[in-house]
């Protein structure tokens, strides 16, 4: 309620009247006044407007309710409701300047679907379609430009079961099938996107069910190359245990198994040079570069290991994790058993199981009897066994895994040690291939000096007590 009066006056004595009447009950169901708001005592002259305001409390028929008297001066009033309009216009002014950077975004039908394809809206990506008057398939999975990428990423890697279902109804099955190979940006498929973060089976059995998925696989060696190196590479062994056998790879079928032989030794196309500087700018994951052993073993489980070892043959997985190396000169064993070992923020319990997969392939005692020949083989390669000595020193190897490489591969017999500290660098530069600039090399490199080097304080006392005190210091004075 709202009382204008025409002068200071006026309003001084209708507040008064008001006052008196309600303290004498006079003012009908108002029982009393419970707070008052002099707005005068804290004008501000910039704004120029103020009024007094008592709160009141009004009696109802169930339930007493609070309410408001305002005095008001009517110049004030007036000059109110002028700023309000002027108000009501900066405020449109505002809401337009809003719309302008709001609708552009709203009409961009493109940024729609991705945005509602990452929430997995089904709804409104019907209702996005309907609104553009446009259903075709080719629309709706449309190749963002600058991403490179369709709606089909977003969903399948945040594993939109309906989503993708109902992308699956409107779209032409062949269209479907070349966006789910689709390369985006970041190197990186939808297909290859399912593995990414929490990875739904029940999603991935109905995307391998669709017509041409395992064919397209089975038929193109980079494709299922990228396919096993994500799946290893983001483990989760029942995903990777179907997968394998959607594509037809069991014990009893050697002509499949082929295939997964071939790709141990696969190359990957190595992309232009500009193209691996874009990778290398935008942290993307190369292919070029990876072993799928390596990634294999970086699973650190050994039931997976033995499992893909039955697969290609285990003397076959087992040499090839061993003497194979790749495009840096640097072996699978080499770089999972050296490599992840030393890494200071790694879990007790995942050092633990490294080390039982580092058992598991050179123990005798393991249930493949192919582990005991690899050892017998790589005992007669003193060139690998300086290789791993070589990154074990270098990268610091964790003690347990250190001592017990050593320990398989006899470094503790001094005269064997000391053959392998003295290898031949021409027999060592023959195990290096010659692929660039980027290759590491180790006919040049001293054990001994490499330990000093990296102040390995652990190696060089290994060292002392296999070889002495006077061999030790023959070797710091070895040129290299």
Request: charged share 20%; proline share 1%; glycine share 2%.
């Amino acid at each position: 309620c709202v009382l204008v009066c025409e002068n200071v006056a006026a309003l001084l004595r209708a507040l008064d009247l008001f006052v008196s009447h309600v303290r004498s009950n006079e003012c009908g169901n108002i029982v009393s006044i419970i707070a008052d708001n002099n707005g005068y005592r804290n004008v501000d002259q910039n704004t120029g407007f103020a009024s007094i305001a008592v709160y009141v409390l009004i009696q109802a028929a169930r339930t007493n309710i609070v309410g408001c008297v305002e005095f008001v001066l009517r110049a004030m009033n007036e000059f109110e409701e002028r700023s309000r309009r002027l108000r009501d216009i900066e405020t449109l002014k505002t809401w337009m300047n809003t719309a302008a950077q709001v609708l552009p975004l709203l009409c961009d039908r493109e940024r729609q679907l991705f945005v509602h394809a990452t929430h997995g809206d089904v709804r409104q990506l019907q209702q996005v379609m309907h609104l553009q008057s446009s259903s075709s398939s080719l629309s709706l999975l449309h190749i963002h430009s600058r991403t490179q990428d369709s709606i089909l990423s977003p969903i399948c890697r945040l594993n939109h079961f309906d989503a993708f279902r109902f992308v699956q109804q409107h779209v032409d099955a062949s269209l479907l099938l070349d966006r789910l190979f689709l390369v985006n940006r970041h190197n990186i498929t939808p297909m290859e996107a399912l593995f990414h973060g929490v990875v739904s089976l029940s999603m991935v059995r109905h995307i391998f069910a669709i017509d041409g998925v395992c064919v397209r696989y089975r038929s193109t060696p980079t494709d299922l190359f990228r396919l096993l190196v994500t799946m290893y590479r983001l483990y989760e062994p029942r995903v990777v245990q179907f997968v394998l056998s959607a594509l037809q790879f069991c014990e009893d079928d050697e002509n499949n198994n082929s295939l997964l032989h071939e790709l141990l030794t696969f190359a990957y196309p190595k992309p232009k040079t500009s193209k691996i500087a874009m990778f290398q700018a935008s942290d993307c994951f190369t292919f070029f570069d990876q072993q799928l052993s390596y990634w294999v073993l970086s699973t650190c489980d050994v039931k997976a290991v033995d499992y893909l070892m039955t697969l290609v043959r285990q003397q076959t997985f087992l040499t090839h994790i061993v003497f194979e190396s790749d495009l840096y000169n640097v072996t699978a064993f080499e770089r999972f058993a050296l490599f992840a070992s030393q890494q200071k923020n790694q879990k007790k319990k995942q050092k633990q199981k490294q080390l039982k997969t580092i058992k598991f392939l050179l123990s005798s005692s393991s249930s493949s009897s192919s582990s005991t020949e690899l050892v017998t083989t790589l005992m007669e390669s003193r060139d690998h066994i300086h290789r791993i000595l070589y990154w074990m020193v270098l990268k610091k190897t964790d003690r347990v895994i250190f001592e017990f490489i050593m320990d398989k591969l006899r470094l503790h017999e001094s005269d064997r040690l000391l053959t392998i500290l003295d290898s031949d660098s021409q027999s060592l530069k023959n195990t290096e291939k010659d692929k660039g600039d980027h290759v590491i090399s180790y006919h040049d490199k001293s054990i001994v000096n490499t330990a000093l080097r990296v102040n390995h304080i652990e190696a060089c006392k290994r060292f002392i007590f296999i070889l002495g005190d006077d061999v030790f210091v023959d070797k710091l004075f070895q040129v290299d």
